[in-house]
């Protein structure tokens, strides 16, 4: 078993800059990836950011060159570095486990970006 609790979230004005935070506890060796993913009222959850164990990166084409993903893996931490924010980045935003082809998802924090 992993267990992910995010924080970081919060309510920050269009332009401005959030990071979460991602902490794994538990079952953590042979991670096969990290994720971070998001869900707007109404929508289906989307992918966002994902690190690799490999440390190879993927990012939403509706993020690319405003978030970065990373990890301190001393910390079993991923972090989703938000920048140049948007109102419609308003989500609730999910990290992810994926280990030997089971998901673990943590509980989410809001993010609210108003204008």
């Known amino acids: 078993q992993v267990q992910l609790v995010e924080s970081g979230g919060g309510l920050v004005q269009a332009g401005g800059s959030l990071r979460l935070s991602c902490a794994a506890s538990g079952s953590i060796f042979s991670i096969n990836a990290r994720g971070w993913y998001r869900q707007a009222p109404g929508k289906q959850r989307e992918i966002v950011a994902i690190?690799?164990?490999?440390?190879?990166?993927n990012y939403a084409d509706s993020v690319k060159g405003r978030f970065t993903i990373s990890r301190d893996n001393a910390k079993n931490t991923v972090y989703l570095q938000m920048n140049s924010l948007k109102t419609e980045d308003t989500a609730i935003y999910y990290c992810?486990?994926?280990?030997?082809?089971?998901?673990?998802w943590g509980q989410g924090t809001q993010v609210t970006v108003s204008s």
């Open positions: 690190i690799t164990e490999s440390g190879r990166l």
């Open positions: 992810n486990v994926i280990k030997g082809g089971i998901i673990y």
